[in-house]
């Protein structure tokens, strides 16, 4: 199995395509957006329809709990993208990883009361339904996929250690802040500052456009906002202010999506520059 997926045929056809007039070609650049941003989107878009089929649907005397089907059933999503090359095996390795981050960081916060899953299941660590890890993996299969489909690339990038000491900085205030002072405005503010310069590149039909990466952050945190007031509403797991019913995640949230997009990046970004390394060797 090559690493090309079978998206890859159908984008450099799209790609290709002539246009004959700037404003066709601005439509359809708009519609191609869509198209590689519903693609990328994939694995996360089929997660929120199983919370919310199974939220609705979901026989009451099944064989197995509701949640443990949703692990079953994301794990089969799983096996059948790479089975039939819906999905490239680095990409997989992006999910793998924020199983485990994502996972790793569950169990405390659940084990904290931030937050809790109110539906039995066997296929959990301790009160972590093992599907929820494939919430946090859906994330970073986003952005490894826009990645490649737009061709990102990065102008006035900050050196390398910076982006990956303020991720590890982050992921450990998300355990800390328990117990010591919240730093999260702190490393908010630390976040404008590295990335006050940088602009990522990315190309939709022909034409290379940019815009500030922190920008880009924002854009993808209301994007998770969003999907987790669909997540919460289908009572995949509920939040101490949503235990008289479900309410809208306070749009404060954002502040954490914010920061947890910076993992995300750093994260993706480093299995990339580890791809692009080994395809170097290889091809030396």
């Not at 066997?122 to 990645?147: E, H």
């Not at 039909?205 to 945190?221: D, Y």
């Not at 404060?252 to 390394?277: D, N, P």
């Amino acid at each position: 199995m090559t690493g090309e997926t079978r998206f890859a045929g159908i984008r450099k056809r799209l790609e290709h395509l002539q246009v004959t007039s700037p404003g066709k070609a601005a439509l359809f650049e708009f519609a191609l957006f869509g198209f590689k941003q519903g693609w990328a989107c994939l694995f996360g878009a089929l997660m929120l329809g199983l919370l919310l089929v199974t939220h609705f649907w979901y026989p009451a005397n099944a064989p197995i709990a509701r949640y443990d089907f949703l692990t079953v059933a994301a794990l089969g999503i799983q096996v059948a993208m790479l089975a039939f090359r819906l999905e490239t095996f680095e990409e997989a390795r992006v999910i793998l990883a924020f199983h485990v981050v994502g996972t790793v960081m569950e169990v405390f916060k659940t084990a904290m009361g931030s937050w809790a899953y109110p539906e039995p299941s066997l296929l959990r660590l301790g009160g972590v339904p093992l599907f929820s890890g494939f919430m946090y993996a859906a994330v970073g299969s986003y952005i490894a996929r826009t990645w490649r489909i737009f061709s990102f690339g990065f102008v006035g990038y900050p050196p390398r250690w910076q982006p990956v000491l303020l991720a590890t900085a982050v992921y450990a205030n998300f355990f800390s802040h328990h117990f010591i002072v919240d730093l999260r405005w702190a490393l908010l503010a630390a976040t404008a500052w590295i990335f006050r310069g940088c602009w990522v590149e990315f190309t939709v039909f022909r034409t290379r456009r940019r815009m500030p990466l922190l920008i880009g952050f924002l854009l993808v945190s209301l994007f998770i906002w969003v999907a987790e007031n669909i997540g919460t509403f289908a009572n995949a797991w509920r939040y101490p202010s949503q235990s008289g019913g479900w309410a809208m995640v306070p749009i404060g949230k954002l502040v954490a999506w914010y920061l947890l997009m910076i993992i995300s990046f750093v994260l993706v970004s480093q299995l990339h520059g580890e791809a692009r390394a080994k395809r170097a060797l290889q091809g030396a």
